[in-house]
């Protein structure tokens, strides 16, 4: 693995998050998809402590 | 090219070069610091008294012009709405998801708020742990733990699940339930505090005739909650008793899981530091230690808890840098010895500073003796006097005199002091479930 993978892991982990962002705004308030949308960008960020703060620096 | 993934649950930040993780550390305590200016009253009212902005750290030693915090301002706050954290709070009260506060060891406990996204970050912290203890998707991890309002054991069992183990929750059995469980399960891995480990050794031995080191599955053992499992006469107890490896870890609720020991067994822990900042302080200068061997007070900044941000938390845990590195090639920094103390806790006996872990280390270092002790400072006029209980194994006492002899030798070096010791009945000293209350001082109370 080299520093192209781990720029080409962040890209889609912000694709991901941009996914989970419309999905919420989508939502219309139905608590069953606003809340698992919740958990689901809860462990976007830590895929983004592992993988995103650090693309810079590999 | 990357190290081995098998061993690392994150390959990349536990092998960056220690250049790579100080610009890590960095970017990610502007970051955490400009939340918190921004979030939470009480973080900037500390920095517009003291004259910072975020902005003002451009270099990684402007970090130490951010004031400290210490555990006693965590509880003024909490004097302050939203009840009941305080304005230390950087998120809406709606967001967050789970309540814990410490055990009030040093005093009025410290409540902390946790958002499902800081929830998820405790895991994480422990997923570093377990991988690097040689947790995997195979074992089966007992945890003989009361759940509840402590965050004991609470993320290394979220942990466990996320790596894929299949947990088994102790709960409210009782120590031989429990016992009973893990031989019929025959779960190969538990968590549990240093006293415990003992306690459930003894128990199944003298209560069930079990020896868990024969009778038992149990491969690997992780420590929280005491020092123990860094005291190495203590570990060695633990390891003899269980026929297992003993790892220690380090957390404390109000920062989170900092520091962990790996498999092989250094004499040392790593600091985490793609998740946390620790930085070492001269007790009397102020000065922050670089060099090994130096102990210095601990000053951690969680970079990535969002609730109830820790930012250079003066946590009065007593360390030293190692001088020696780690087979694991794991870069980030080690202890060594893990928490050898606390500024707080090392006391003035005599006119000699004494850790009441030199203490533990000789009484288990002695196979003669049980797994219990007591130590009773008291004040004779202007004398103080140190006395120590001890239990003699069964079958040992017709030794005592040369116990007793090595015993008083052995802590005269360690220590520089001199005990009366007086010898229980074996099994007549306090067990403890949890963590061990065996230091005892009454000189502030007249005793």
Known sequence: MDANNVAEMDKLIQRMRQCAEELKEKDSGIQAVERNVDRILANIKMLELNISDVKELV | MLKDCGLYWNPILETLPQEKLRAL??????RILEWAYNNSPFYRRLYQDAGIEPGDIKRFQDIQRVPKIEKGMMREVQQRAPFPYGDMLSVPLEQVTAFRQTSGTTGTPVYQAETWTDWEWWSESWCYILYAQGYRDTDRVFIPFGYNIFVAFWAGHYAAEKLGCEVVPGGVLDTQARILKMQELRCNAFMATPTYVLGMADAARNKLGIDPAKDLNIQKITCAGEPGASIPTTKKRMESAWGAKVYDHIGATEIGAWSYECTEQPGGLHVNEALFLVEIEDIETGEIITDPGKEGKMIITALDRI??????FDSKDVIRWAD????????FRLIDGGVVGRADDIKKVK???????????????????????????????????????IEILPGKEGEQESILFRLKDQLRVKTNLGYKIEVHPFGSLPRYEVKGKRFKDLRKTGG
């Open chain 2, 25 to 30: 550390q960095l970017k990610k305590f502007r």
């Open chain 2, 307 to 312: 609730a109830k941000p820790c930012i250079r």
């Open chain 2, 324 to 331: 020696y590195e780690c087979d694991c090639s794991r870069t």
């Open chain 2, 351 to 389: 006119g000699v500073l004494l850790a009441p872990t030199a203490i533990e280390e000789v009484v288990r270092s002695l196979s003669e003796l049980g797994d219990e002790y007591e130590v009773v400072v008291s004040k004779r006029g202007d004398v103080d006097n140190i006395l120590l209980k």
